[in-house]
């Protein structure tokens, strides 16, 4: 079977899909790549977009690319190919977090995920209050059986549970207040209204606090009240889910971030909005203490979701071709063949 072609317009749709996934404070932290003869597209790794006091073991990085993967793998199965991924293929490459092959698919091999493409320009994060309207269970165990099939689990705790997630999320959230180097970190991601930059978030995409102070939302502005929105009440009864994985390497947090990823896209496939909670997993002993009474678990994030507006948007940073037919991406999304050559 003749493999289709990969033209330029088709290399930004693909890489459009992957810029979109969610990162830590929006860094963005991929580049892309493709080998223009074998049509791998390469996963890279940003070192520049680092978060030093936040993440200083990188999980919450690679958890990021891991989310771009699996759109690239989404986008793929949408457009008619097999998507081949990788993880890790080099290991002289550490940089290299994951290669994504385009193959052929047999007609009646297309993946179910494929449906998920539609979802992918409308996920994103709401920091807003949700209306409390629970979740229907037959949502609730389709976004836990896509966290599954990527090789996690996604633990929807009974209402203690929830209460002891969120206080421990709450407990982080006032360490990261009182370090001033975590707190000027946070703030170096917020971007005024109207700036060009294409990373960070916006003013206009923060939350405000809950004024009852049982929903513990990261707070980007620190010392700086004037920049906060009026504190507003949050759903009573929060319903959250614990990303998690068996074991804590490399390669398991590129398949959780696939895992939250799928799982986010089920949920706005259904209308469900979400926000993430990663303050525990900022802390060691915290994020240990995520844990519970499970004796193998590697805690990534808390999921929170429900019923409720829109979140404010976050700018993307362009990944298309520039120029006739060159595939080199603006904007640090490095689409070149690995020889630097474009793409036939």
């Known amino acids: 079977m003749r493999m289709p072609e990969v033209d330029a317009a088709l ?17 963005q ?36 690319v891991g989310a771009a993967v699996f759109n ?22 550490p940089d290299l977090l994951a290669t994504v092959g385009l193959g052929v698919a047999a007609p009646d091999a297309r993946p179910e995920y494929r449906q998920l ?8 994060t709401s920091r807003l209050p949700f209306t409390g309207r629970p979740v229907p269970e037959h949502i609730v165990a389709e976004m836990a059986a896509a966290a599954r099939a990527e090789g996690a689990h996604l633990d929807m705790p009974d209402f203690a549970g929830t209460r002891r997630l969120l206080g421990l999320t709450a407990v982080a959230e006032d360490r990261n ?14 971007s005024a209204p109207g700036a060009a930059a294409p990373y960070g978030i916006p003013l206009t995409s923060l939350g405000p606090r809950d004024v009852s102070s049982r929903m513990p939302m990261r707070d980007f502005t620190g010392p700086l009240p004037a920049l906060r929105l009026p504190a507003l009440r949050f759903e009573r009864h929060a319903q959250v889910a614990l990303l998690w994985t068996p074991h804590d390497r490399r390669e398991d947090w590129l398949r959780a971030g696939q895992a939250l990823e799928r799982a986010l896209l089920v949920a706005t496939r259904h209308g469900v909005r979400t926000s993430i909670l990663h303050q525990a997993m900022e802390w060691p002993d915290l994020r240990a203490a995520m844990r519970g009474a499970r004796q193998r678990c590697a805690p990534h994030l808390l999921i929170r979701f429900g019923y409720g507006p829109d979140g404010g948007r976050t700018p993307r940073a362009a990944a298309r071709p520039a120029g006739a037919g060159a595939a080199r991406g603006r904007q640090g999304h490095d689409a070149t063949g690995d020889d630097g050559a474009p793409l036939p």
């Not at 199965?77 to 490459?93: Q, S, Y």
């Not at 207040?177 to 917020?190: F, G, N, S």
């Open 72 to 93: 690239l793998r989404v986008a793929a199965a949408h457009f008619g190919w097999e998507p081949l991924v990788r993880l890790l293929p080099d290991p002289t490459d």
């Open 177 to 190: 207040a009182a370090d001033p180097a975590r707190a000027a970190e946070a703030r170096t991601w917020i």
């Open 29 to 64: 932290p991929w580049r892309f790549g493709m080998d223009a003869g074998t049509r791998v597209l390469h996963v890279r790794v940003d070192r520049e977009r680092f978060l030093p006091h936040t993440d200083p073991r990188r999980r919450a990085q690679h958890l990021s």
């Open 11 to 27: 290399l930004e749709r693909l890489l459009y899909c992957a810029v979109a996934a969610p990162s830590i404070h929006n860094t």
């Open 117 to 124: 493409y539609d979802a992918v320009a409308r996920r994103h």
